[in-house]
């Protein structure tokens, strides 16, 4: 089970970066509008080796279920990184350049 503490230690813009650092400009790394393929998603499901995770525009969740006990707000710049996202119509690939975009200005 994935915790509070699990979730704040991993949902870091350092950590979310050096993720992103990790692939290609091309490489797509999540899709826009998608609780379950947001980048934030996966890169915390890929982190904490735990696909129930879940992410909204305001929170994450380690687990499906959508509850005070299972999630913790998202830090301002997970929250501006995907008002940036969601900008692009349901579905949409994010590649790795575009998230790397959206998170300096952030």
């Known amino acids: 089970?994935?915790?509070?503490?699990?979730?704040?230690?991993t949902l870091t813009k350092k950590g979310f970066s050096a993720w992103l650092d990790g692939f290609g400009n091309k490489k797509i790394v999540g899709k826009?509008?998608?609780n379950q393929a947001c980048?934030?998603?996966s890169y915390m499901s890929s982190?904490?080796?735990?696909?129930?995770i879940s992410?909204?525009?305001?929170?994450?969740?380690?687990?499906?279920l959508w509850t005070d006990e299972t999630g913790i707000l998202l830090p301002k710049w997970a929250r501006c990184f995907i008002?940036?996202?969601d900008?692009?119509?349901v579905g949409a690939d994010v590649t790795t350049k575009?998230?790397?975009e959206i998170l300096a200005q952030c």
Do not use: Q
């Open 87 to 89: 900008r692009a119509d």
């Open 47 to 52: 982190s904490l080796n735990n696909d129930e």
């Open 83 to 85: 008002r940036g996202t």
């Open 39 to 41: 980048p934030i998603w």
């Open 1 to 9: 089970m994935t915790t509070k503490t699990d979730l704040r230690r």
């Open 55 to 64: 992410v909204t525009s305001s929170m994450v969740f380690g687990e499906n």
């Open 32 to 34: 826009a509008v998608e």
């Open 98 to 100: 575009r998230a790397r």
